[in-house]
């Protein structure tokens, strides 16, 4: 978010490493060093591994080419020229094929296989069809006209997840720049649940948001003897989740994928104890981000742990971002004003929780952590 073969297994497995860094000077944020984890939850045998990058906040609260300024102001009124706005859409998806190309990530052959398998079959198993989507699901985003509402976007999603991460780290190769991502979101995760929520053990888990798995699959990985539950709006993402999941091996804990809106899953109260939303909400409007967050609350235990990550407002790589990048992305994203305007912290403090703490996970995305007071 693609000439044609089987994509190639080192760019399509889960990060099989959870790398971690030590803090080396005030500007740049390292995590503390932890034991080396593999994504199956053992040691890894490659030891101790230093990271070849810094996250590093710049010197704005927010970029400014968001919210009103200016800058963001003309950039808007472009975009809303359709014509202009049609190009920026292919312009803007053509440079994340492009990059997974040559990343060694087979985007079209990826998708091509998803497209010609059966994955069509899950969608009566996995579709509520009393969904009543929000208008703001409805709108065209990522360069899909139906947004997350389409085979194609499903079909494309790993290939573009895969990308992400590379141009996080582009010094490392795709499976490296996983691991450090993914990595290191779940050792953010891991340590502030154990800092914090006095050895409750992480028995349940909900993944709001999951797309087509990738985020529940880490979490699943990380702690193997949970039960994981994803959720998401789109039943086309959730059919390409169940879809991969039975291709592997059978688990212990089965993953659970229900089609539902995270703002109101349904699911019962003080349920869980931790819940992730994972690159999810600069997708969302500040009202829905707001109910996400209350519902996350509700379905927490005392002493549970909400962990959200996403784009950091504060990265240097974020706000030196050039005109044409930041103009590509924001046609893509049509809620990123709103998200770099959130008071993130504010928000998970208003809705009661405690112990909220943000952390730059990676140059460009930050983790942010939060725990139901008992």
């Known amino acids: 978010m693609a000439e044609l073969s089987r994509p190639a297994a080192a760019a399509t497995e889960l990060p099989r490493r959870c790398l971690d860094s030590r803090r080396r000077s005030s500007s740049r944020a390292f995590l503390p060093l932890l034991p080396l984890r593999s994504a199956r939850g053992g040691r890894s045998n490659v030891g101790r591994v230093e990271l070849a990058f810094a996250a590093e906040e710049g010197e704005l609260e927010r970029p ?54 059966d994955v069509y079959k899950e969608m009566e198993r996995i579709q509520d069809p009393s969904i009543v989507y929000p208008d703001y699901y409805l709108k065209p985003f990522h360069g899909y006209d139906e947004g997350n509402l389409s085979w194609l976007a499903a079909a494309e999603a790993e290939a573009a997840t895969l990308v992400v991460a590379q141009r996080a780290v582009p010094n490392a190769s795709v499976e490296e720049a996983n691991d450090i991502v993914r990595g290191r979101w779940l050792d953010v995760i891991e340590q502030h649940h154990q ?11 909900l993944d709001i948001g999951c797309s087509i798995g990738f985020s529940t699959r880490c979490l699943a990985s990380r702690f193997p003897s949970a039960r994981l539950t994803g959720v998401d709006l789109s039943p086309y993402f959730l059919s390409v989740a169940q879809f991969k999941e039975k291709q592997r091996a059978s688990r212990s804990n089965p993953i659970t994928w229900i089609h539902a809106n995270g703002e109101a899953t349904g699911l019962p109260s003080s349920s869980f104890d931790l819940v992730s939303a994972a690159f999810v909400l600069h997708e969302c409007p500040a009202w829905a981000t707001a109910n996400i ?10 002493g549970g742990t909400l962990a959200i990550k996403d784009n950091s407002p ?23 004003d709103e998200y770099y305007q959130l008071d993130l912290e504010g928000v998970m403090r208003d809705a009661g929780f405690v112990n909220v703490t943000s952390v730059m996970t990676d140059p460009r995305r930050r983790t942010v952590t939060a725990t139901v007071p008992f």
């Open 314 to 336: 504060k990265s240097k790589v974020i706000q030196e971002l050039s005109l044409v990048l930041f103009t590509l992305m924001k046609s893509m994203e049509p809620f990123l």
């Open 195 to 205: 800092r914090h929520s006095r050895n409750l053990i992480i028995s349940d888990i």
């Open 293 to 302: 967050i209350k519902e996350a609350f509700r379905l927490l235990r005392p």
């Open 64 to 117: 400014r080419w968001s919210g009103e300024t200016p800058l963001s102001l003309f950039v808007r009124a472009l975009i809303s020229f359709k014509p202009f706005y049609s190009v920026m859409t292919m312009a803007a998806r053509g440079v994340l094929i492009n990059t997974a190309e040559k990343s060694n990530v087979p985007w079209r052959a990826m998708a091509k296989e998803i497209l010609e398998s």
